[in-house]
């Protein structure tokens, strides 16, 4: 987005929080997954990472393999990912992003999240190269090139 990841008005990611979409967060929390590596370089120095509780729900359906909710919440709570809730105001701030960015690769839970580090001044992880940008908000993208990886190339995000 034209500011290095980890810098935002002037602050270090040291001081910053982190919001995680759901396929980084799968990342993040699957030891398996391709990108798994990645997702923990890129929260290592983060003052805090932070899910919502909407995305919460969409890694547990994703990651059930792994475990129950307790497991899945005891992990979340172990890795030092805090929940927030999505409120009215944020439920409209994403609908207008969601509105005024139509793109398929970009639902409503993502404009969430999104919305919700627009409002804080925090920055984005995502592994979903094929968001459109949006002025206003650092958006790390796991893998890197912004281009998104044939399904059957090595390192392409395979989620089940």
Do not use: C
């Not at 967060?25 to 509780?53: C, F, I, T, W, Y």
């Amino acid at each position: 987005m034209g500011v290095p990841f980890g810098e935002h008005l002037g602050q270090r990611l040291e001081t910053m929080t982190v919001v995680l979409e759901a396929n980084a967060a799968v990342a993040l929390l699957d030891e398996q997954h391709p990108l798994h590596g990645a997702a923990k370089r890129a929260v290592r120095n983060a003052s805090s990472v932070v899910m919502l509780d909407v995305t919460r729900t969409e890694v547990f359906n994703r990651l059930r393999r792994h475990g129950g909710p307790e497991q899945l919440m005891a992990d979340l709570y172990r890795r030092g990912i805090r929940i927030k809730a999505m409120g009215n105001d944020l439920a409209l701030a994403a609908m207008n992003l969601r509105t005024e960015h139509q793109n398929k690769w970009f639902p409503i839970v993502d404009a969430a999240v999104v919305a919700l580090a627009l409002d804080r001044g925090w920055q984005v992880l995502t592994a979903e190269p094929r968001w459109p940008t949006i002025p206003g908000v650092n958006i790390e993208t796991l893998g890197g090139s912004g281009n998104p990886a044939p399904s059957n190339e090595p390192g392409a995000l395979q989620i089940t």
